[in-house]
């Protein structure tokens, strides 16, 4: 955050109360494409790196579990927490994106009856009670957010004590040469790709531009730690090119 009244949309800068909009207005654009295009900016990774997520959640298989998974619209995560986790786990996915839950009901159709439901809300303020649920993710979602921290808080809010918070992002890749061909492939590749499959780049070079300006490894660890957050951790994966934050409501 550049100023209390503004904020960043990729490299420019944009007041607060504004990014929200913005940020709709991408995956509006992009929902029907969206996991299409995850396979096809990240060669598939995207895969082993959800894989990655949910073996550090481990839902137990024994008894009941109460998940949520924030700006995870499509079902991706949800899907393989129910896979993951016993008959009494459930899962409620929750984003502030209409187009994007629509594509997950449409994905998740009688499969999951009964163990997942949908909640279109925002995650700086979440219509969910508190110390409601044994784990939170979030993947790919938090560097939209306007005000970060806003969103960590809500997150410790709504966990039971002892409840795991999982956050997967894009972050900066730390191996030499490796940086500078992640460099080229993302500005001119992916938006390039994104207007092949879904007749428009912009959206994907807005997502590009935002990895860019989301927080280094320690600085989020702390802004978590901030949050009320215990135990913080982090775990790059494939050079730097994501990581998976972790804390616990100790």
């Avoid at 490894?217 to 994501?242: C, K, Q």
């Amino acid at each position: 955050m550049t100023s209390e009244a503004t904020t960043h949309f990729g490299f420019t800068d944009v007041p607060l109360a504004e990014k929200q909009g913005l940020v709709d207005d991408v995956f509006h654009k992009v929902a029907d494409r969206y996991d299409l295009m995850n396979d096809l900016m990240s060669v598939g990774m995207h895969r082993l790196w959800k894989d990655a997520l949910i073996s550090m959640l481990r839902p137990p298989r024994e008894r009941p579990f109460s998940h949520l998974d924030v700006a995870g619209g499509t079902g991706d995560i949800a899907f393989r927490v129910l896979e993951a986790g016993g008959p009494q786990t459930q899962v409620t996915i929750l984003d502030i994106n209409g187009d994007m839950l629509r594509v997950g009901r449409e994905r998740a159709r009688q499969t999951y009856a009964g163990r997942l439901r949908f909640v279109q809300g925002n995650a700086e303020k979440l219509p969910l009670s508190d110390r409601a649920y044994d784990g939170y993710t979030i993947a790919f979602g938090i560097r939209n957010v306007p005000d970060i921290p806003a969103a960590l808080r809500e997150a410790y809010r709504v966990l039971k004590r002892g409840g795991h918070f999982l956050c997967l992002e894009f972050s900066r890749v730390d191996v030499p040469v490796l940086d500078t061909v992640y460099d080229t492939y993302s500005f001119n590749v992916i938006p390039g790709i994104g207007r092949l499959v879904t007749g428009d780049g912009e959206p994907y070079r807005y997502l590009v531009e935002s990895i860019r300006k989301f927080p280094l490894f320690d600085t989020f660890a702390d802004m978590i730690r901030e949050a009320g957050f215990g135990r913080v951790s982090y775990r790059p994966l494939s050079g730097g090119i994501v990581a998976i934050h972790s804390g616990w409501k100790l």
